[in-house]
């Protein structure tokens, strides 16, 4: 009987001691930590070109066409690449913990983590896939993460910019605009009016919503960076031009008509539509034009280590070359190789 008696508490305490550690466990499984409010989850020009990779730690995080755009990870110079994720993913944002994207389908296979049926806003931890959470379902297409706030485009009924906390809640409607909030630069986001009058660059406090007009000029996909802007000039030919917002002053950089554009640290990679199509480069001074390929490209993407692109109206191949020094474009075999891998 003392046996017995003795043997009951001690289960009892090892349930208690079980059920602790699996609510510490699960707590410490969903937490969200707090992230500076400098924090972008991607560049500007990553984010107009569909957010397609994003790099963050150590890794570059990428949708990979050779798998239906399942989320996979690598290591900048494109060693380690495996899936994390079988969904449709693009969009992608990053912070310490956690990517946040768009899921546009349920993807296939099985692979790491597995897959969410529904279209919407997701976060996903990164070193755990299989810890997911829909933040928001809905059918958009764009998300931003700036600091502890994911941004996000709706479509439907109502086409409207919305914003939600990144631990999902407080959700609510920004802008009741069809707008891409690509462009953040300290406080504001930056991005063309379209409201069918003009194209005006607005600047859009991010914390209050609180909405001003930055440049009287009907500027596509700009990316500001302190006082200097880049974009695409509707009334110039839509030639690529560098402004200066606190005085308005212009310089051509390239006069061909321009349709996408991505800034790296050194170069601005855009995409010509004139008679001779062409991917192209030039410093940010409007030095050194090179042309980077021939034809049409899109989803222009750039990590630390390479700039990748596509072919337009193709996901695959995907063309790459290195993000500055010389001109190479080869094709990215890392992301096919693991997309086979991860199939078998």
Same mark, same amino acid.
């Given at each position: ?27 410490? =499984?969903?937490? +969200? ?16 070109? %569909? ?6 730690? %150590?890794?570059?995080?990428? /949708?990979?066409?050779? @798998? ?6 690598? =290591? ?28 546009? %389908? ?11 049926? /529904?279209? %919407? ?43 939600? @906390? ?45 909405? =001003? ?90 990590? /630390?280590?390479? +700039? ?27 992301? /096919?190789a693991a997309a086979i891998e991860a199939m078998e």
């Amino acid at each position: 009987m003392k046996k017995k008696l003795i043997i009951i508490p001690l289960i009892v305490a090892a349930v208690v001691v079980l059920v602790i550690a699996v609510t510490i466990s699960t707590r410490s =499984r969903n937490n +969200v930590p707090e992230n500076p409010d400098t924090l972008f989850g991607n560049t500007s020009g990553n984010f107009y070109n %569909g957010g397609m990779f994003c790099e963050s730690d %150590g890794y570059v995080y990428f /949708s990979n066409p050779y @798998d239906n755009n399942a989320l996979y990870r690598m =290591r900048p110079d494109e060693t380690e690449a495996e899936r994390l994720i079988a969904s449709e993913t693009s969009s992608i944002n990053a912070d310490g913990k956690f990517l946040y994207y768009y899921q546009s %389908g349920s993807g296939s296979g099985a692979g790491f983590g597995y897959v969410v049926s /529904s279209t %919407g806003v997701y976060r996903v931890q990164k070193d755990d896939p299989k810890n997911i959470k829909c933040l928001d379902k809905i059918v958009g297409g764009h998300v931003v993460l700036a600091g502890n706030t994911v941004f996000y485009t709706c479509a439907g009924d109502t086409v409207a910019l919305s914003r939600i @906390d990144t631990t999902g809640e407080n959700k609510k409607i920004v802008l009741e605009k069809d707008i891409l909030p690509a462009s953040i630069d300290g406080s504001y986001f930056y991005y063309s009016n379209n409201d069918g009058s003009n194209l005006y660059v607005m600047a859009m406090n991010r914390t209050t919503g609180a909405t =001003r007009k930055a440049l009287e000029e009907d500027i596509y996909m700009p990316i500001v960076e302190g006082e200097t802007l880049y974009g695409i000039d509707v009334h110039n030919n839509y030639a690529l031009v560098r402004m200066n917002l606190a005085d308005g002053s212009k310089i051509t950089l390239d006069a061909e008509r321009t349709d996408l554009i991505n800034v790296t640290d050194t170069y601005i990679y855009y995409q010509t539509s004139g008679p001779t199509p062409q991917l192209r480069r030039i410093r940010k001074d409007g030095s050194g034009m090179e042309v980077v390929a021939d034809g049409a490209y899109n989803t222009i993407n750039a990590t /630390s280590r390479y +700039v990748y692109f596509t072919r337009f109206n193709n996901t695959i191949p995907i063309y790459k070359t290195p993000v500055s020094g010389a001109v190479n474009v080869t094709t990215f075999e890392a992301a /096919s190789a693991a997309a086979i891998e991860a199939m078998e």
